[in-house]
Every structure is written in C-alpha cells, then in structure tokens.
C-alpha cells in the first residue's frame, strides 16, 4: 500500500507563503487524483485542491492564491500557499486516489499568525 507523507508546514504570518510536499512511496502517474484537504478545529474537513490528468480544482476559499502541482519524476504532490490568512489555519492532509481506493498522509499543521 503506498505511503504518503507531508511536510513543508509551520507558522507563517499572514500575508506570508509556504509551500507543502507530500511525498509517495511509489509512482504517483498512475492514481488518478490525488489532492489536498484540510481541517481546523472544529471545523469539517474540507477541500483545497484536487489534481487529475484532466483537470484541476480548488476551493472557492483559496483561489488565486494556492497552487497544486506535481512531480511525476519524484512521485511528490505539491501546494504552494501565498497571500495565507488566519483563516486558512489546519492540519493539510494529502491522499492519493487508485478507485476504489484512496490513501491519506498523516497531515502537516499549518498555522498563519502574527
């Protein structure tokens, strides 16, 4: 089963970038999406930014500002995050998804604060 595991998270004020990686244990070409989510406290989890082979999507919330990409050649799944707000404080999980299967990475915490 493939591993993924996230980093690229901290503190970062607001107005400020940072970029996420998740990394994949085997050959990311073949799922056929793979994205980002994200949950604050007490909130429901919810979407950032999903990527196929035909197109790409993202939340309302953070377009313009996030950008997802990949790497086939180093299996890694990127987001970069500029222009980050307050409100875009969560833990930012990666999955991968081979229908009807779909893995999740651990989660890296991402917190924007002055």
């Known amino acids: 089963q493939v591993q993924l595991v996230e980093s690229g998270g901290g503190l970062v004020q607001p107005g400020g970038s940072l970029r996420l990686s998740c990394a994949a244990s085997?050959?990311?070409?073949?799922?056929?999406?793979m994205g980002w989510y994200r949950q604050a406290p007490g909130k429901q989890r919810e979407l950032v930014a999903s990527?196929?082979?035909?197109?790409?999507i993202y939340a309302d919330s953070v377009k313009g500002r996030f950008t997802i990409s990949k790497d086939n050649a180093k299996n890694t799944l990127y987001l970069q995050m500029n222009s980050l707000k307050p409100e875009d404080t969560a833990v930012y999980s990666c999955?991968?998804?081979?229908?009807?299967?779909?893995?999740w990475g651990q989660g890296t915490q991402v917190t924007v604060s002055s």
């Open positions: 999955t991968a998804a081979r229908p009807p299967y779909t893995t």
């Open positions: 085997e050959n990311i070409f073949s799922f056929y999406a």
């Open positions: 990527i196929t082979n035909e197109r790409i």
